[in-house]
């Protein structure tokens, strides 16, 4: 069998997520695909913030639309490596199955020709959630720095 990137994600997870999700430097604040978290309580807390930020006259928005499909290869790749501190023979086949991907535009039986894929994450693949968890980390640094002294954008 031909060891390809797509062929080759199950295992690598296997063998990467629990590096990545003992990092220090993975976000705190994702929960969605960890073990012992779930996308509803991250819910409840986000919904209760927002409530009580207006109740105190402050709100905050973050809107994220086509997250996976806007992940900077190249961002991804630097933050996998200095963050997260994987190396070597890891880091080119992340690169590779971030990369050397191609997709194609269809409209009933006409079909565009392919062109590569300059952003995003394979969408279904069992690394998506993983990479794009690993790509926001930041973002919870940024929400408990700033948390009290972000500019309300409702008033």
């Known amino acids: 069998m031909l060891l390809s990137p797509a062929n080759m994600a199950q295992p690598i ?21 960890r073990k012992g978290h779930s996308t509803e309580t ?3 807390k986000v919904v209760n913030n927002i409530q009580r930020a ?5 709100c905050t928005a973050l809107i994220i639309s086509s997250a996976s499909d806007a992940i900077d290869h190249a961002m991804l790749t630097d933050r996998a490596h200095n963050v997260l501190g994987i190396h070597h023979v890891t880091l080119d ?19 565009s020709a392919m062109f590569p894929c300059a952003s995003g994450v394979p969408e ?32």
């Open 42 to 44: 991250a819910l409840l």
């Open 124 to 155: 279904g693949s069992v690394l998506g959630p993983m990479l794009f968890g690993m790509y926001v980390s930041p973002i919870g640094d940024v929400i408990s720095q700033h948390k009290h002294s972000i500019p309300s954008i409702c008033r």
């Open 54 to 58: 207006a109740g105190n006259g402050q």
């Open 13 to 33: 997870k296997t063998w990467l997520q629990p590096h990545v999700m003992k990092s220090a430097n993975y976000s705190k604040f994702q929960s969605a695909y």
């Open 93 to 111: 086949w992340l690169r590779s199955f971030v990369t050397e991907r191609t997709q194609q535009i269809a409209t009933g039986s006409e079909k």
